[in-house]
């Protein structure tokens, strides 16, 4: 059997780093500095958080980019909010965005509104 690195490309004993962007789609500055360090050489890959804000802005500059999907059920930011994509009412807090911690999520989630939202997401 072949070790991971062989089957990337590289020697049986080769170190390998990656380096993976998160929260692309939180903002503006983040889809900015993610696509930069993707297209620089400076990161392997990103994953796109779909729920969020900017997730439509990241979508739209797309190139080719080894994304990944960055399944969202929690938004810990206390001003910064937003929701499921879906119609989940399990899946939000008080304020009407998704949970800010995950004991707060997983004490209130449906299961299958937790399915759906993350097929969604995937989908989109």
């Known amino acids: 059997m072949s070790t991971l690195a062989e089957r990337l490309g590289h020697p049986a004993d080769a170190t390998i780093l990656i380096i993976s962007c998160d929260d692309l789609g939180s903002c503006h500055a983040a889809n900015e500095g993610v696509y930069r360090a993707l297209r620089q050489g400076l990161a392997t890959c990103a994953s796109i958080m779909v729920p969020a804000p900017w997730a ?8 080719g980019d080894d ?5 969202t059920l929690n938004c810990e930011y206390e001003a910064y909010r937003f929701g499921p994509i879906t119609h989940a009412p399990s899946l939000l807090s008080g304020d ?7 004991t707060d999520l997983w004490e209130h989630a449906d299961p299958a509104e937790v399915l759906r939202e993350c097929r969604a997401q995937i989908a989109r």
């Open 96 to 102: 009407g965005g998704f949970p800010q911690a995950v």
């Open 67 to 71: 994304l990944g999907v960055h399944l």
């Open 56 to 63: 439509r802005h990241a979508a739209s500059a797309y190139d």
